[in-house]
Every structure is written in C-alpha cells, then in structure tokens.
C-alpha cells in the first residue's frame, strides 16, 4: 500500500473513532508535524502517520486502557496510575502497531512519548511532542505566537520554550508534573546551553 493510501485509511479510521473535536485535534497535529518535518528535512509520510494516530487510544476510557496494558504487559507507572491524560500515548502506540500494522519503530516512539518528552528524543519524536501542543487549534499558552515561531526557527530552542511555558501552565493550574517531562525540559535546557531555562 502507497504511503498516501495508508494515510488516509488512517484518516479515515480516526474521524469514525474519534470524538470531532478530537478528530479535528488530530488532523491539526498530522498536518503540523508535516510542516515540521519539511521544514527540518524529516520524512513526511512518517510525520503524518504518527500525528494522524498519536491519539488513536483517546476513544478508549482509563479502565480500557488500565486494561489493555496489564493484558499485554504494558507497564504503569505510578504517576500514569494517578494521572488519567497521560496512558492513552503508550497504549496509542500498542493500537498503532496491533490495530492500524504500523511496524516503524520510530512512529511507535513518536506515539508513546508525544505527551511527556524524553531526554535525547529523535527528531520525529520532537515534531510530534511539538506539533501536539502548536497544531493551529490548540490556545494552551498566552505564548503561542512566539513558541510556534520559536519552534519554526530553530527545533531545539523552540522545544526548550515549549518545555518552559508547559511546566509553568501545568504548575500554575495545580497539576501533578510527570518527572520524564521535567527531565526532559533538564536535558535539552543543558543541551541548548541554558537558553530558554
């Protein structure tokens, strides 16, 4: 199957799947990781896939997807356990691979990791960890203007701004903060040099 029919049976799936806002969400996030891959010489048809499916398990309740994990080996964390947002990324990559045959192990990664970040992430984990918080529906920040120009001139420091603002949204609004994406935001403030820290 060409890359663009696999596209758009993913499309597809999704828009009968997912809720419309959602849907709308994950059309956004394909579309903006396609931006960011042409614009950072990624390979697109890989960017729109793993935007297309990064919510693929939103359709899913917490208890479906508590038990999806315990029944393929899947593991919790505590934080997960406590933090309902969070799981639907690793068990959006499980459905990725058994339900919509994606083998490419990087769009899995990109799937798993797009809510938290992780110190040394490739750069398609890094467009879509991104593209999910700019895509042009998403008014998380204030700032949205300057992150979105920030992440288009430069990955790196527009992901070390997009890190900052994130953990003082999520501070300011009294939500328990995953360590992955506080050791995240450590790694690549280092990495930058201290810019946007």
């Not at 029919?5 to 799947?17: G, L, P, Q, T, V």
């Not at 691979?97 to 990109?110: R, V, W």
Request: charged content about 30%; hydrophobic content about 35%; overall charge negative.
């Amino acid at each position: 199957m060409k890359a663009e029919d696999s596209i758009r049976r993913y499309r597809n799936a999704m828009e009968k799947e997912l809720k419309p806002d959602r849907f709308e969400h994950s059309l956004g996030v394909a579309y903006t990781s396609a931006a960011l891959a042409m614009r950072y010489d990624a390979d697109v048809a890989r960017a729109l896939t793993a935007g297309m499916l990064h919510d693929c398990a939103k359709c899913l309740d917490h208890e479906e997807q508590l038990r999806i994990c315990r029944k393929n080996n899947l593991p919790v964390t505590e934080f997960e356990l406590r933090n309902k947002k969070l799981l639907h990324a690793k068990v959006g990559a499980f459905l990725a691979e058994h339900s919509y045959d994606i083998t490419d192990a990087e769009i899995l990664s990109a799937i798993t990791w797009h809510t938290t970040g992780h110190p040394g992430m490739t750069k398609l984990e890094k467009i879509v960890f991104l593209a999910d918080i700019i895509e042009p529906n998403r008014k998380m920040f204030p700032e949205m203007t300057e992150i979105r120009k920030a992440i288009f001139e430069d990955l790196d420091g527009g992901l070390c701004l997009t890190l900052k603002y994130l953990l003082e949204y999520l501070k300011r609004d009294g939500e328990e903060i995953d360590p992955m994406t506080e050791d995240t935001w450590r790694y690549y403030t280092a990495q930058n040099g201290g810019n946007h820290g």
